[in-house]
């Protein structure tokens, strides 16, 4: 049998870059005279912006800290132990480029046993331990934890949590067998699969409290001093820590069955971690922690050689990398400064825009329109959501009034963008529309200013053809709704120069928007997707398959809602005009669905009717469907929707729309809601066989998003 420091040596071995996280110990002498105390401090010597992981080596270095710490628990030097980590930082747990390279089962094995035989000493120790968590603390950080015998927590901690079943894993390192024996089973589902699935949600360090997980809560400023002073009143017996009795009967069934639903709910059974986790909390009801433990080393192991945990580090690596560093952005020292933004139009979109541009930009933002009317009512929109964000405490008074003094309307576009650096439109989606839009805007405005429209279907090289400086122009393509949806997709037309596509990479950050450059391509990216994807499923409903059946087909696929909610999302009358609009493009491929047409011109806001709760197809609408005979399964539905996704995209690629199949799995995430855990689309059709059986290869390299060859 290997020991710890043999498994973790082999597992160093295979992952040489390792950013290393040393575990310093010091000694001090507790107040009230409770005795010497030695103290573990995670730190990988970098600072607070890259925070402390746990690799092989960071492993070794804490089994290491542990032998000292326990030798000197044995002699009587120490009355008890704690552990804690940097400035701002606890410990965000494994390092996944580590995990990424693992190609063997048994060495995927060896870190999940690494990590559980050095946190495990911890609770096992001749002294009693204390976890301090300071800063963020997320998978691994939370489980290190959790082995000790008692815990506190910042008030200033801005995130903690379990991410594991978010990326395609379990926690793995004691978080399944040991949080529901500590806070309840319904409490640790709520942690480890509810807010995972639900985009990674963090907890705060008053709700880290709340649920029991820590037992005292502290300032931040003097947090590690009141934490010492806690510990050595719990050691003197003067603080006893009670905890609620663990209801181990039906309430833990009830739990697992919450969770199995919560996850049937959002990953429809096609991502195998959250069923996972939730076997091993269904059976550490006995409270048998080894079998746990044993339990989440194989889940672990298994799914780290499984494609979803590869695609959801794909992903991961997408969103945290990739959109940091747009593949074509132009260099951004030739971004020019933006002192001022103009808005063309005052509704919803507009208005959503404005808002965005003064709260992100703090800059001047004016609005245009047809009247004054239109634009008060732009205006006060803006203002009303500014007194919302002050309600709900997310700006201060004087911020408030600030913002809202940003945020202006004029008639006379003159007067509004003759000093703007930056005017976007956000008019009715009609070329002519937008073509003397931008003829108007081109007049008044400085030379250096960047014209951008918010079309979602529409040439820009044409948008821009008749203009004297057709190289200012960009697309500047926001997803409804736009505080919530990160993507902002940069159209780069085939005059626009690098200056001012370089400024409009520079205001998407300054936005905090995740920005992909695309060519100058019908509906671009998302949209051209979308109804492809869409245009498939509307077809076998005219064809003569019954709307619940091809909707159910795609469930698979963990989409977040169903194509034809979706489509009520968009607006009918939206995905029927970029459905025409594609169809001018590619007759051969994009169809227009004459029961789609007949919704659209009967005014129904889509398919369904939610009188019980629960979406059922309007029985205007079904009175309106005319279908053909043609019946589908599930199966062939959803092959041939797959089919026609996989052909599109291998069509984007070879045409240039975007760099690379990346991109587009970037864009499909943080545009449309797109599965993590599927690393977007293009894993899961290369995975499906679907990719090679469609265009002949796979559209991702072997070991990117795939276990390594």
């Excluded at 939370?142 to 079943?165: I, M, N």
């Excluded at 719990?234 to 069934?253: N, Q, S």
């Excluded at 059946?549 to 696929?557: F, I, R």
């Excluded at 991109?663 to 899961?684: E, K, N, S, V």
Aim: with cysteine; aromatic share 6%; proline share 5%.
């Amino acid at each position: 049998m290997s020991t710890t420091a043999e498994l973790l040596k082999g597992a160093a071995e295979l992952f040489p870059d390792e950013v290393v996280t040393q575990a310093h110990v010091r000694h001090l002498d507790l107040p009230q005279g409770a005795g010497r105390f030695a103290l573990i401090t995670l730190d990988n010597g970098l600072d607070h912006t890259k925070p402390t992981t746990f690799g092989p080596q960071s492993l070794a270095n804490l089994n290491t800290a542990i032998d000292q710490v326990e030798k000197e628990a044995a002699d009587g030097a120490i009355v008890a132990a704690g552990i804690t980590g940097k400035p701002f930082i606890f410990a965000v747990g494994a390092d996944l480029k580590g995990v990424e390279l693992l190609k063997r089962h048994e060495d995927a094995l060896a870190i999940g046993k690494g990590g559980h035989d050095v946190f495990k000493r911890l609770s096992s120790l001749a002294v009693p331990t204390f976890a301090y968590y300071n800063g963020a603390a997320m998978g691994g950080g939370v489980e290190v934890g959790l082995h000790c015998t008692y815990r506190t927590v910042s008030k200033a901690l801005p995130a903690f949590s379990l991410p594991e079943v978010f990326l395609g894993l379990v926690p793995g390192w004691g978080g399944c067998a040991l949080l529901p024996n500590l806070i309840g089973a319904d409490r640790a589902v709520s942690v480890i699969i509810e807010n995972s699935l639900n985009q990674n949600k963090q907890l705060k360090g008053q709700q880290v409290f709340d649920l029991g997980i820590a037992d005292a809560l502290f300032e931040g400023a003097d947090f590690l001093e009141q934490s010492l002073h806690w510990t050595a009143a719990v050691l003197k017996g003067d603080t006893e820590v009670v905890r609620p009795e663990v209801d181990r009967g039906e309430a833990w069934d009830a739990a697992v069955a919450r969770g199995k639903a919560i996850a049937d709910g959002k990953v429809h059974g096609a991502a195998p971690a959250a069923y996972r986790a939730l076997d091993i909390i269904a059976a550490a009801k006995n409270g048998d922690l080894r079998q746990g433990f044993d339990a989440e080393d194989q889940a672990l192991a298994d799914l780290i050689m499984g494609g979803e945990l590869r695609s959801g580090i794909y992903s991961f690596n997408l969103v945290q990398k990739r959109a940091k560093r747009p593949a074509g952005a132009p260099d951004k020292s030739l971004a020019r400064p933006v002192t001022k933004v103009g808005v063309v139009g005052a509704g919803l979109m507009a208005s959503q825009l404005a808002l965005l541009f003064a709260r992100r930009l703090e800059v001047p933002v004016v609005l245009t329109d047809i009247d004054q009317a239109r634009i008060d009512k732009g205006v006060a929109y803006v203002h009303g959501e500014i007194d919302k964000l002050l309600l709900k405490g997310r700006v201060n008074q004087d911020k408030a009034n600030r913002l809202k003094g940003l945020v202006s309307g004029h008639l006379d576009k003159a007067a509004a963008f003759g000093d703007a650096d930056f005017v976007i439109e956000a008019v009715f989606e009609e070329m002519g529309v937008k073509q003397k839009v931008f003829a108007e805007v081109e007049a008044v405005v400085p030379e250096h200013a960047v014209l951008a429209t918010n079309t979602s279907s529409l040439s820009v090289t044409e948008m821009a053809s008749k203009l004297k400086h057709p190289e200012r122009v960009v697309g500047f393509h926001f997803f409804n709704p736009v505080a919530i949806l990160p993507l902002l997709e940069i159209v780069r037309a085939e005059k626009t120069d690098d200056a001012s596509l370089a400024t409009a990479f520079s205001v998407a950050k300054s936005l905090k928007k995740t920005a992909v450059l695309v060519k100058d391509a019908p509906a671009f990216v998302v949209n051209r997707i979308l109804t492809r994807f869409m245009g498939e499923i509307q077809n076998v409903i005219d064809e003569g398959t019954p709307v619940a059946v091809a909707e159910k087909a795609v469930e698979p696929l963990g989409l977040p809602m169903s194509p034809l909610v979706l489509l009520e999302l968009v607006g009918p009358a939206i995905g029927l005009h970029v459905s025409e609009t594609l169809h001018g493009a590619f007759p051969e491929r994009f169809t227009v669905s004459p029961n789609l047409k007949a919704v659209v011109e009967a005014g129904k806001r889509g398919f369904y009717v939610y009188d019980s709760g629960k979406p059922e197809l309007d029985p205007e609408v079904a009175a309106l469907l005319k279908q053909g005979d043609s019946v589908l399964t599930e199966e062939q539905v959803r092959d041939r929707v797959l089919d026609a996704v996989a052909q599109e995209i291998g069509l984007m690629l070879d045409e240039g729309v975007v760099a690379e199949a990346q991109d587009i799995d970037l864009c499909l995430i943080t545009g449309a809601g797109w599965p993590f855990h599927l690393g977007g689309i293009t894993p899961y059709l290369d995975r499906e066989g679907v990719s090679e059986r469609v265009t002949g290869k796979k559209f991702l390299a072997p070991g990117i998003a795939s276990v390594p060859v």
